[in-house]
Nanobody
Framework: QVQLVESGGGLVQAGGSLRLSCAASGRTFSVSAMAWFRQAPGKEREFVAAVRWSGGSRYYAESVKGRFTISRDNAKNTMYLQMNTLKPEDTAVYYC???????????????????WGQGTQVTVSS
């Protein structure tokens, strides 16, 4: 089992930036990829970005491409999400997740991610 803890959320004005962190512990050697998801009030949880734990290949949702950057530091067992040019529609609870499965990016579903953090709130004011 992998334990995940997010941090770095908060309140920011539109156009501003935030950096989220996700610290992993436990059976981190089993992790193939990690991802960020988000859930806005009244909406379903949606994929944001993902990164391979080995190799660093990245994948983004169209809605955040060019504004968000996902990265990881294997030595620290930590994943990051740098969010720039934030918009009010980015307001959500952001979750990090980990999967032991190695698929092509288009094959992953939310169900493949078996380890989840508790979430961190990001609020973007207009």
């Amino acid at each position: 089992q992998v334990q995940l803890v997010e941090s770095g959320g908060g309140l920011v004005q539109a156009g501003g930036s935030l950096r989220l962190s996700c610290a992993a512990s436990g059976r981190t050697f089993s992790v193939s990829a990690m991802a960020w998801f988000r859930q806005a009030p009244g909406k379903e949880r949606e994929f944001v970005a993902a990164v391979r734990w080995s190799g660093g290949s990245r994948y983004y949702a169209e809605s955040v491409k060019g504004r968000f950057t996902i990265s990881r530091d294997n030595a620290k067992n930590t994943m990051y999400l740098q969010m720039n040019t934030l918009k009010p529609e980015d307001t959500a609870v952001y979750y990090c997740a980990a999967t032991p499965w190695s698929y092509s990016w288009s094959r992953y579903t939310e169900a493949d991610f078996g380890s989840w953090g508790q979430g961190t709130q990001v609020t973007v004011s207009s």
